[in-house]
């Protein structure tokens, strides 16, 4: 990849090529600074120089120059040459019988063909690079636990001998620790390898994502495809342990070999273990989802009538067909949309009104009890406790791509709020603060709902903030969104639910504008929804990307069809 195309590149002069750009020439296309303005003006005379500054260049598409007639722009593609040609090439009969093509189809796909490998890099090769590397350090620490095992039984068989076997025992838990260790390594420098190629995979990414965007076309035809080399996945490594065959104490002298040796350990490796990943949120392997448009007027599909004679919250799909519900309530409700019936209800264990519900995925509901400080899962209609909480209480809660669980909860005086993964009870990382270390979210009793966006990366809906609060997947903050002016009641941006789509779109309830505001993964506004919401509040979507909206208003819930 170039190097200009990194986030961290300073722009140079074009003439001097170390001061930083400052001027800009929209005749000639050239960037320099101040010292070098003079001696462009007067290397051609002939044309008329338009030198402005650098941020009020124009933006359109820089052709390339071409080689052979330095002064001309390239705007066709020779196909049989594979090099981009002026007027004068074409003149000059040198592409005689070539096929031309025009240089921005060329462009198009081109920038087609970088972003399919982006997609893959992203989407599929990082992922199961991540798999890998969490297979390694799970070897890893059973390889910890089995070695302690090994030890443990030693110790066990050493305690029925006289006390003269001591030293042979010590002997023998160095020979495991120097095995152990061994081993250790050899993992060690193979997940190094991994999360070095993982590195690059991201490198590969953020150079790919600068290039999508670039006009200049000279950029574009220097990238070289490097996905191929990332697909050939790393060997697996698989430890083998030594055994520990016990003997029968007969003669002292022959102690050794009486009490116990141990086998070699090894690594077997498999060339096959492991597979690329393929997740829900790719269709195929190296293909991105159908590209879907936003209609010009979303439209109201159904309206389901829920019951709740308190305020209805939320709403998450089971499936296109079930939706599950709940409110100020102690009673979460599952309905069938197209029959606009009650199929189910479940009642919470404790009693308490329940603060948020989710559907992991393998289709069970979970349900935060923020006065009983705890997560449940329904499974066949009985409630399990997962997660209980200290000094801390569930709000909201989310089922990620991967199976873990994302909770948002508040400290017990209200001053504290953070979002911790779950994998099963197991916490496996906080998300509290920003690189500065202040607090990535308001704190207090505030309603935040949280949600899982296709690139990994976490979305809070902060109405404590007034904001949509988006983190990636390690937790470095990415954007806020503060709302977009003019709002169809011209009244402040207060977020409610939360979901995404397919297209990586995030939808958000603004609940006193009585609509949801779609933005792109990026934190760009793109449109809103209204179709005559009232309070909307809790969001979810289905597999076809048809949006339901929980209405305060009126205990009803809305489906929306918003994409092609």
């Given at each position: 990849?170039?190097?200009?195309?990194?986030?961290?590149?300073?722009?140079?002069?074009?003439?001097?090529?170390?001061?930083?750009?400052?001027?800009?020439?929209?005749?000639?296309?050239?960037?320099?600074?101040?010292?070098?303005?003079?001696?462009?003006?007067?290397?051609?005379?002939?044309?008329?120089?338009?030198?402005?500054?650098?941020?009020?260049?124009?933006?359109?598409?820089?052709?390339?120059?071409?080689?052979?007639?330095?002064?001309?722009?390239c705007k066709m593609y020779c196909k049989q040459c594979e090099i981009p040609v002026c007027v004068s090439c074409i003149d000059s009969n040198e592409h005689l019988g070539h096929e031309l093509s025009k240089i921005l189809r060329v462009f198009d796909e081109k920038k087609e063909s970088i972003t399919k490998e982006r997609n893959e890099l992203n989407d599929i090769i990082y992922p199961t690079y991540q798999d890998i590397a969490s297979d390694v350090q799970n070897r890893m620490s059973q390889l910890e636990k089995e070695y302690g095992d090994l030890s443990t039984a030693i110790t066990k068989h050493g305690e029925d001998w006289h006390r003269e076997i001591d030293k042979l025992v010590k002997k023998l838990k160095v020979e495991i620790d120097v095995m152990k260790n061994t081993q250790l390594q050899t993992l060690q420098k193979h997940l190094d390898k991994i999360n070095k190629k993982m590195s690059d995979i991201k490198g590969e990414i953020n150079a790919a994502e600068m290039?999508?965007?670039?006009?200049?076309?000279?950029?574009?035809?220097?990238?070289?495809?490097?996905?191929?080399?990332?697909?050939?996945?790393?060997?697996?490594?698989?430890?083998?342990?030594?055994?520990?065959?016990?003997?029968?104490?007969?003669?002292?002298?022959?102690?050794?070999?009486?009490?116990?040796?141990?086998?070699?350990?090894?690594?077997?490796?498999?060339?096959?273990?492991?597979?690329?990943?393929?997740?829900?949120?790719?269709?195929?392997?190296?293909?991105?989802?159908?590209?879907?448009?936003?209609?010009?007027?979303?439209?109201?599909?159904?309206?389901?009538?829920?019951?709740?004679?308190?305020?209805?919250?939320?709403?998450?799909c089971l499936s296109d067909e079930k939706i599950w519900t709940s409110g100020l309530d102690i009673t979460m409700k599952l309905f069938s949309i197209n029959q606009r019936s009650l199929l189910k209800s479940i009642t919470t264990k404790s009693g308490n009104i329940q603060d948020d519900i989710a559907v992991t995925k393998s289709g069970d509901l979970v349900y935060t009890d923020y006065t009983d400080r705890t997560v449940n899962i329904v499974k066949n209609e009985?409630?399990?406790?997962?997660?209980?909480?200290?000094?801390?209480?569930?709000?909201?809660?989310?089922?990620?791509?991967?199976?873990?669980?994302?909770?948002?909860?508040?400290?017990?005086?209200?001053?504290?709020?953070?979002?911790?993964?779950?994998?099963g009870s197991t916490e496996k990382q906080t998300i509290q603060f920003n690189d500065e270390g202040n607090p990535l979210y308001s704190s207090g009793r505030y309603t935040r709902y949280i949600t899982e966006n296709r690139n990994l990366d976490i979305c809070v809906s902060d109405y404590g903030a007034d904001a949509v609060v988006v983190v990636n997947q390690a937790g470095k903050l990415r954007f806020r969104y503060s709302g977009h002016t003019p709002a169809?009641?011209?009244?402040?941006?207060?977020?409610?639910?939360?979901?995404?789509?397919?297209?990586?779109?995030?939808?958000?309830?603004?609940?006193?504008?009585?609509?949801?505001?779609?933005?792109?993964?990026?934190?760009?506004?793109?449109?809103?929804?209204?179709?005559?919401?009232?309070?909307?509040?809790?969001?979810?979507?289905?597999?076809?990307?048809?949006?339901f909206v929980a209405q305060w208003g009126n205990e009803r819930v809305k489906k929306i069809k918003y994409l092609t």
């Amino acid at each position: 990849m170039d190097p200009r195309t990194s986030a961290k590149y300073v722009m140079r002069c074009d003439l001097c090529e170390t001061a930083v750009v400052q001027i800009h020439c929209d005749t000639c296309l050239v960037n320099l600074c101040k010292a070098c303005v003079g001696e462009h003006m007067i290397s051609d005379q002939s044309i008329s120089h338009k030198v402005v500054s650098f941020q009020a260049r124009k933006s359109y598409i820089i052709y390339p120059g071409c080689t052979p007639h330095s002064k001309e722009r390239c705007k066709m593609y020779c196909k049989q040459c594979e090099i981009p040609v002026c007027v004068s090439c074409i003149d000059s009969n040198e592409h005689l019988g070539h096929e031309l093509s025009k240089i921005l189809r060329v462009f198009d796909e081109k920038k087609e063909s970088i972003t399919k490998e982006r997609n893959e890099l992203n989407d599929i090769i990082y992922p199961t690079y991540q798999d890998i590397a969490s297979d390694v350090q799970n070897r890893m620490s059973q390889l910890e636990k089995e070695y302690g095992d090994l030890s443990t039984a030693i110790t066990k068989h050493g305690e029925d001998w006289h006390r003269e076997i001591d030293k042979l025992v010590k002997k023998l838990k160095v020979e495991i620790d120097v095995m152990k260790n061994t081993q250790l390594q050899t993992l060690q420098k193979h997940l190094d390898k991994i999360n070095k190629k993982m590195s690059d995979i991201k490198g590969e990414i953020n150079a790919a994502e600068m290039v999508i965007v670039t006009n200049d076309l000279s950029k574009l035809f220097n990238v070289t495809s490097s996905v191929h080399i990332y697909r050939n996945l790393p060997n697996k490594i698989m430890p083998s342990l030594p055994k520990f065959n016990t003997g029968k104490l007969h003669l002292r002298k022959e102690l050794g070999k009486l009490f116990g040796s141990l086998s070699s350990s090894s690594f077997t490796l498999d060339k096959h273990g492991y597979s690329m990943k393929t997740t829900q949120k790719s269709l195929e392997a190296g293909s991105p989802p159908p590209v879907k448009q936003l209609l010009d007027e979303p439209e109201t599909v159904t309206t389901i009538d829920t019951g709740y004679t308190d305020n209805l919250y939320n709403v998450f799909c089971l499936s296109d067909e079930k939706i599950w519900t709940s409110g100020l309530d102690i009673t979460m409700k599952l309905f069938s949309i197209n029959q606009r019936s009650l199929l189910k209800s479940i009642t919470t264990k404790s009693g308490n009104i329940q603060d948020d519900i989710a559907v992991t995925k393998s289709g069970d509901l979970v349900y935060t009890d923020y006065t009983d400080r705890t997560v449940n899962i329904v499974k066949n209609e009985k409630i399990k406790e997962v997660i209980r909480l200290q000094n801390w209480r569930p709000r909201n809660v989310c089922s990620t791509s991967s199976g873990d669980l994302l909770v948002i909860m508040d400290s017990d005086d209200y001053k504290q709020t953070k979002v911790v993964r779950y994998s099963g009870s197991t916490e496996k990382q906080t998300i509290q603060f920003n690189d500065e270390g202040n607090p990535l979210y308001s704190s207090g009793r505030y309603t935040r709902y949280i949600t899982e966006n296709r690139n990994l990366d976490i979305c809070v809906s902060d109405y404590g903030a007034d904001a949509v609060v988006v983190v990636n997947q390690a937790g470095k903050l990415r954007f806020r969104y503060s709302g977009h002016t003019p709002a169809p009641k011209n009244k402040p941006f207060y977020p409610r639910g939360i979901t995404t789509d397919s297209q990586s779109h995030i939808l958000t309830a603004d609940h006193v504008n009585e609509c949801v505001h779609i933005i792109d993964q990026d934190g760009q506004f793109l449109c809103y929804i209204d179709c005559g919401l009232r309070k909307p509040w809790g969001l979810c979507t289905d597999t076809n990307d048809n949006l339901f909206v929980a209405q305060w208003g009126n205990e009803r819930v809305k489906k929306i069809k918003y994409l092609t």
